[in-house]
């Protein structure tokens, strides 16, 4: 391997289930899915995930992610903390936003005990930092991207395998399948103009709600 050639290395490590950021304690609505009978197999599985990348992920995370890390290579600190208020803003429930909220401010510590420079902000939001630390190791947006829905899906599937339940061969399964699509979103959001930036995914936005009142839990609200 070339001298200094990390990036790959320093991608893998972002969106390496291991960082402890606490993404595992969430299931952004597919729990009460599962309770509800919505989810009951692998097929529904990827059928719900896919849906959430599709509406949601690739048309609200990633063009915004994308604005993100173009406002902190260029220093732009308000660009910066405006698409971080509008993605928090866009999150269609408190159980979404606290996620966001959460993940956002471990992933800022973590980043700081690595020597990362960071703007002074209160409760960062995990696409933020997610962008800030990819622009600090010189990631490109192309593999910014594809590891931030990468890292998503990964969670949800291992959400699935606990909750539905299903095999670990399965969950495997559903992430083979799901690599084109993360691909194809990650791509189409180049395209995404500012007013085009939205989501529409009404399912996982009455689970997540209902989630947040459902007696029986693995995941928080």
Request: hydrophobic share 50%; proline share 4%; aromatic share 8%.
């Amino acid at each position: 391997m070339r001298s200094g050639s990390t990036h790959l290395l320093r991608i893998l490590h972002l969106a390496s289930p291991a960082l402890p950021i606490g993404a595992f304690h969430f299931s952004q609505g597919l729990e009460y899915a599962v309770e509800a009978g919505w989810v009951k197999d692998e097929p529904f599985a990827l059928e719900w995930i896919a849906g959430v990348a599709r509406c949601a992920i690739g048309t609200l995370d990633l063009p915004v992610l994308l604005r993100l890390h173009r406002a902190a290579r260029l220093g732009d600190d308000d660009g910066l903390q405006r698409w971080g208020r509008f993605l928090l803003a866009a999150r269609e429930t408190e159980e979404l936003r606290a996620e966001d909220r959460h993940m956002g401010s471990a992933l800022a510590r973590i980043l700081r005990e690595l020597g990362a420079r960071l703007p002074s902000r209160n409760h960062p939001g995990y696409a933020e930092m997610f962008a800030v630390a990819c622009v600090h190791w010189n990631i490109g947006e192309d593999e910014v991207l594809q590891a931030y829905a990468w890292a998503w899906a990964e969670n949800q599937v291992l959400a699935a395998v606990k909750l539905v339940p299903l095999g670990q061969s399965a969950g495997q399964r559903m992430l083979h399948a799901l690599v084109p699509l993360l691909e194809e979103i990650a791509v189409q959001a180049f395209d995404i103009d500012d007013e085009g930036i939205g989501a529409c995914a009404v399912m996982q936005g009455l689970a997540s709600a209902r989630h947040e009142t459902q007696y029986t839990r693995l995941f928080r609200s």
